[in-house]
């Protein structure tokens, strides 16, 4: 069944007598020029907030020059830092191989090469590190200081440290330098036609090299199925059955937006859909559109209606009488929270037969790191440029998840292609990754200033048609997922809503991050989660509690999911479904993976 577009919404002064029309209008007529400064601003300063930097610089000057025993203190660390580089080199005059005076921080692998425990590299390396851990006591702890101007400051302070590492440098890092000797210099020259092949490719809008060999529909995206339903928002994808009889309650998943829904359907080994279609579920997912600049004023609650209720309603016509396990990962995880919490405020929630959450935050008090990029000053530089756009770019979004992870996804890819004058191979994930999307202006705004800043879903004020949504209401059991390295949803903040809900919820903590984690198949080496079930009714314990106690387990979380979703479903399986339902008009309309995951 396809939809209209939505018809926008009128103008707020629309309404309001002629004599304060004109005020408003006039009012923004002053505030159009401040927007226009500001998006402007933000072209040239890669949509970051000099003022969030600019006020997180002074606090931190003011408070460390009106602290003469923080600096005291600094000095001391400096000096006692200094002997024991000291004594590292006078160890090294008698034993080459001498221990190291400091390790680097766990995660941390630019000097994990043979190369960096010899010297001078292992000097080198040595004091950055020593200097490293410097400049992290001198951004943190200073008296007075805002703890999210102390984050900004320590963040920048780590950034500028970054470019400056001995392991970034062609002539202080040994793997570079044996490299070029063994290659006579050859290894440069492939690394600068490398570096001209992605300026090219940035330049002209084109995806990073390899993902050519990654094309939606044909080698990811493939798990057969048919768009039974879309409207300007979605595509709703009903997959083919692969066991003659099914679950008697389908499954709807709900992805983000701010991703392709292909995350959950990549390559066939790795493919959570395809997944639970052998496991005998009837799934549906929701594809959502890539907005332009004229779906700048869809809201959140645009989002909520023509999304998530659209696609329940669509499947309620499909297989009626049936409960849903609802999915939601990341934002969509987020959305769906709010769904099925305006739902048991109506005592509608029936529809539903659980709730799992993948990745996916009700609470944002602690939302990560992120929340160096999310203040009011940088939320309204966002704003201002979504405004002038019509919707948040893709490549602003992936420039502050790649700062995030700057030694990973900037400075070690820079020296493996650049440097060593090798190309990585491309995978399904990364390609996905590069498969972008944009956010609408208006729904973005409020999601950012809503959930982020004024974090109304855990407080209860985030309402819906003039009714609280209110997280406590849900009573259908939880399945609710975190990631151990998750930089977009700590696995802390997600084991948040312990505090907020009163249902049966069974949680797990899976290693990897916040994708990768994720996409854990079974069979995959080294995964291992953590799982514990908090009765309905029952106390909440805190997260490090909860990770000391809980069961764990080798393997993917996959299994003990899908094993959780049998025993809230109904014992007695049917005979697998049809595709849509034509006489009520949900007339398969394309092939899966439909046509709005191809929209660029």
């Known amino acids: 069944m396809d939809k209209p577009a939505p018809a926008l919404p009128p103008a707020p002064a629309a309404d309001l007598p002629p004599v304060a029309r004109i005020e408003t209008l006039g009012s923004e007529v002053f505030r159009t020029f401040d927007r226009m400064r500001e998006a402007m601003l933000g072209q040239f300063t890669g949509g970051l907030s000099p003022a969030a930097l600019t006020l997180a610089l002074q606090d931190w000057t003011m408070h460390l020059a009106a602290a003469p025993g923080k600096r005291l203190e600094l000095m001391d660390k400096a000096n006692r830092k200094a002997a024991r580089l000291l004594s590292h080199l006078a160890a090294l005059c008698v034993d080459r191989e001498a221990a190291a005076c400091i390790e680097p921080l766990p995660g941390d692998y630019r000097f994990a090469a043979e190369g960096w425990k010899k010297p001078p590299f292992s000097i080198w390396a040595q004091a950055f590190l020593l200097q490293q851990q410097w400049w992290h006591n001198a951004t943190h702890e200073v008296p007075g200081v805002n703890p999210h101007h102390e984050e900004i400051v320590s963040f920048t302070a780590r950034q500028i440290l970054d470019v400056f590492s001995p392991s970034n440098l062609p002539f202080t890092n040994p793997e570079v330098i044996a490299r070029t000797l063994e290659t006579g210099g050859t290894n440069l020259l492939a690394g600068m036609r490398n570096w001209s092949e992605d300026v090219l490719r940035m330049a002209t809008g084109q ?4 993902t050519e060999d990654f094309t939606v529909g044909k080698d990811v995206a493939v798990t057969p199925g048919k768009v039974v339903y879309r409207n ?27 991703m392709k829904y292909y995350i959950l359907d990549l390559s066939p080994q790795n493919s959570l859909i395809r997944h639970l279609v052998a496991q005998g579920h009837t799934v549906f997912c929701i594809s959502w559109r890539n907005p332009q600049a004229e779906d700048r004023d869809l809201t959140l609650d645009d989002y909520r209606r023509m999304g998530v209720m659209a696609a329940l309603e669509a499947i309620k016509a499909i297989l009626p009488q049936r409960r849903v396990h609802a999915v939601g990962y990341c934002l969509g995880g987020t959305l769906l929270s709010i769904a099925a919490a305006d739902m048991a405020h109506d005592d ?32 309204n530089l966002l704003e201002s440029m979504m405004w002038n756009r019509g919707y948040l770019s893709a490549d602003q979004m992936a420039g502050a998840f790649q700062l995030l992870r700057s030694n990973d996804l900037i400075w070690s890819r820079m020296v493996h292609d650049y440097l060593m004058g090798e190309r990585r191979p491309m995978i399904d994930l990364m390609a996905w990754n590069a498969d972008s999307t944009r956010m609408p202006y208006r729904m973005h705004a409020e999601y950012l200033k809503r959930l982020y800043l004024d974090n109304e879903l855990a407080a209860g004020r985030f309402m819906v048609e003039g009714r609280p949504a209110a997280i406590q209401n849900i009573r259908v059991p939880m399945f609710v997922v975190g990631t151990e390295r998750d930089h977009v949803a700590p696995w802390r903040s997600v084991f948040k809503i312990h505090y907020l809900s009163n249902t049966a919820l069974t949680f797990v903590l899976t290693s990897g991050g916040h994708n990768a984690g994720i996409v854990s198949e079974p069979g995959r080496p080294h995964r291992r989660y953590r799982i514990a079930l908090r009765e309905a009714g029952g106390r909440c314990r805190s997260a490090d509690t909860w990770a000391e106690t809980a069961e764990a387990r080798p393997g993917s979380w996959w299994e003990a999911w899908t094993e959780w979703l049998a025993a809230h479903s109904a014992a007695r399986r049917v005979a697998a479904p049809g595709m849509g339902a034509p006489a009520k008009g949900y007339v398969p309309l394309a092939e899966a993976p439909g046509t709005y995951v191809l929209q660029r």
């Open 207 to 210: 995806p990073p090299v390899g």
């Open 348 to 379: 509608d929630d029936d529809r539903l037969a659980s709730l799992t959450l993948l990745a996916a935050q009700t609470d944002f008090s602690e939302p990560g790191e992120l929340a160096l990029f999310i203040d009011h000053s940088q939320v």
């Open 232 to 258: 300007h928002l979605i595509e709703l994808i009903q997959y083919a059955p692969a066991t003659r009889t099914v679950l008697a309650e389908p499954i709807l998943i709900v992805p983000a937006w701010i």
